[in-house]
Protein backbone atom coordinates (compact mmCIF):
# COMPACT_ATOMS: atom_id res chain seq x y z
CA UNK A 1 0.00 0.00 0.00
CA UNK A 2 1.11 3.32 -0.94
CA UNK A 3 2.49 5.86 2.24
CA UNK A 4 2.20 9.29 0.74
CA UNK A 5 0.76 11.39 -1.69
CA UNK A 6 -2.59 10.49 -3.82
CA UNK A 7 -3.79 7.01 -3.08
CA UNK A 8 -6.31 7.37 -5.90
CA UNK A 9 -4.52 4.49 -7.95
CA UNK A 10 -5.75 5.93 -11.48
CA UNK A 11 -4.76 9.47 -10.78
CA UNK A 12 -1.51 8.07 -8.93
CA UNK A 13 -0.33 6.58 -12.47
CA UNK A 14 -2.08 9.17 -14.71
CA UNK A 15 0.47 11.50 -12.81
CA UNK A 16 3.74 8.82 -12.63
CA UNK A 17 3.59 8.33 -16.39
CA UNK A 18 3.57 12.37 -17.81
CA UNK A 19 6.49 14.04 -19.41
CA UNK A 20 7.28 17.54 -19.93
CA UNK A 21 4.87 19.33 -21.08
CA UNK A 22 1.89 16.71 -20.43
CA UNK A 23 -1.56 17.86 -19.64
CA UNK A 24 -3.90 17.12 -17.49
CA UNK A 25 -7.43 18.89 -16.42
CA UNK A 26 -8.60 19.43 -13.18
CA UNK A 27 -12.35 20.64 -13.33
CA UNK A 28 -15.92 21.42 -11.49
CA UNK A 29 -18.79 18.90 -11.55
CA UNK A 30 -20.10 20.77 -15.26
CA UNK A 31 -16.91 20.71 -17.07
CA UNK A 32 -18.04 18.81 -20.55
CA UNK A 33 -15.23 16.08 -21.12
CA UNK A 34 -14.15 15.93 -24.46
CA UNK A 35 -14.40 12.49 -26.36
CA UNK A 36 -11.86 10.35 -26.21
CA UNK A 37 -10.26 11.53 -23.26
CA UNK A 38 -10.56 9.53 -19.91
CA UNK A 39 -12.53 11.03 -17.19
CA UNK A 40 -11.46 10.31 -13.44
CA UNK A 41 -14.84 11.06 -11.43
CA UNK A 42 -14.27 11.96 -8.06
CA UNK A 43 -17.85 13.94 -7.73
CA UNK A 44 -19.32 12.49 -4.61
CA UNK A 45 -22.09 15.52 -4.28
CA UNK A 46 -22.08 18.86 -5.04
CA UNK A 47 -19.57 20.41 -3.83
CA UNK A 48 -17.57 17.75 -2.67
CA UNK A 49 -14.73 16.90 -3.25
CA UNK A 50 -14.28 20.50 -3.58
CA UNK A 51 -12.06 21.92 -6.02
CA UNK A 52 -9.41 23.48 -4.22
CA UNK A 53 -9.12 20.09 -2.16
CA UNK A 54 -8.41 17.90 -5.46
CA UNK A 55 -5.76 20.88 -7.30
CA UNK A 56 -3.56 21.25 -3.51
CA UNK A 57 -3.44 17.27 -3.19
CA UNK A 58 -2.89 16.57 -7.31
CA UNK A 59 -0.01 20.23 -7.10
CA UNK A 60 1.64 18.39 -3.81
CA UNK A 61 2.47 15.38 -6.62
CA UNK A 62 2.93 16.66 -9.95
CA UNK A 63 5.45 18.91 -10.98
CA UNK A 64 3.44 22.00 -12.83
CA UNK A 65 5.32 24.72 -14.72
CA UNK A 66 2.55 26.22 -16.11
CA UNK A 67 -1.87 26.66 -15.67
CA UNK A 68 -4.40 27.58 -18.17
CA UNK A 69 -7.54 28.98 -16.65
CA UNK A 70 -10.42 30.40 -18.11
CA UNK A 71 -10.38 34.26 -18.52
CA UNK A 72 -13.81 34.45 -17.27
CA UNK A 73 -12.72 33.26 -13.59
CA UNK A 74 -11.14 36.52 -12.89
CA UNK A 75 -15.01 38.22 -13.08
CA UNK A 76 -17.56 35.12 -12.10
CA UNK A 77 -15.46 33.50 -9.79
CA UNK A 78 -12.60 35.56 -8.24
CA UNK A 79 -12.60 33.81 -4.91
CA UNK A 80 -11.63 30.71 -6.54
CA UNK A 81 -8.91 32.25 -8.44
CA UNK A 82 -7.53 33.95 -5.03
CA UNK A 83 -7.50 30.82 -4.01
CA UNK A 84 -5.65 28.73 -7.07
CA UNK A 85 -3.16 31.75 -6.73
CA UNK A 86 -2.44 30.71 -2.74
CA UNK A 87 -1.88 27.33 -3.33
CA UNK A 88 0.41 27.37 -6.54
CA UNK A 89 1.89 31.18 -6.18
CA UNK A 90 5.13 30.13 -8.07
CA UNK A 91 3.09 28.78 -11.23
CA UNK A 92 2.41 31.08 -14.05
CA UNK A 93 -0.97 31.54 -15.86
CA UNK A 94 -1.85 31.40 -19.36
CA UNK A 95 -5.59 33.13 -19.27
CA UNK A 96 -7.39 31.95 -22.27
CA UNK A 97 -10.98 32.14 -22.94
CA UNK A 98 -13.51 29.56 -21.87
CA UNK A 99 -14.07 28.08 -25.55
CA UNK A 100 -10.18 28.68 -26.30
CA UNK A 101 -9.98 26.51 -22.79
CA UNK A 102 -11.97 23.78 -23.78
CA UNK A 103 -10.42 22.93 -26.78
CA UNK A 104 -7.20 23.50 -24.84
CA UNK A 105 -8.70 19.90 -22.89
CA UNK A 106 -8.12 18.13 -26.07
CA UNK A 107 -4.57 18.21 -25.45
CA UNK A 108 -5.36 16.56 -21.53
CA UNK A 109 -4.24 13.09 -20.94
CA UNK A 110 -7.10 12.90 -18.09
CA UNK A 111 -9.84 15.27 -17.03
CA UNK A 112 -10.43 15.01 -13.11
CA UNK A 113 -13.80 15.80 -12.09
CA UNK A 114 -14.65 17.19 -8.92
CA UNK A 115 -17.82 18.12 -7.49
CA UNK A 116 -16.92 21.68 -7.38
CA UNK A 117 -20.15 24.05 -7.80
CA UNK A 118 -18.83 27.13 -8.54
CA UNK A 119 -18.49 28.68 -11.93
CA UNK A 120 -14.78 28.52 -14.14
CA UNK A 121 -13.45 26.42 -11.18
CA UNK A 122 -11.53 24.78 -13.94
CA UNK A 123 -7.51 24.33 -14.19
CA UNK A 124 -5.15 22.42 -16.98
CA UNK A 125 -1.64 21.82 -15.74
CA UNK A 126 1.38 21.18 -17.72
CA UNK A 127 4.14 19.34 -16.42
CA UNK A 128 7.28 20.49 -15.84
CA UNK A 129 10.52 18.30 -15.30
CA UNK A 130 11.88 17.86 -11.88
CA UNK A 131 15.58 18.46 -13.06
Known amino acids: MKKHGILNSE ?26 IP ?10 PPFQKVL ?6 MIVEKMFLATEIQ ?16 IPIDYVS ?16 TGEATPFSNVILQAGVIF
Open 75 to 90: QKNPTQLVAIQQVAPE
Open 39 to 48: KIDLALALSD
Open 98 to 113: HEEFKKQMAHSKVVIR
Open 56 to 61: ALVLGD
Open 11 to 36: IAKVLADLGHMDQITIGDAGLPVPDG
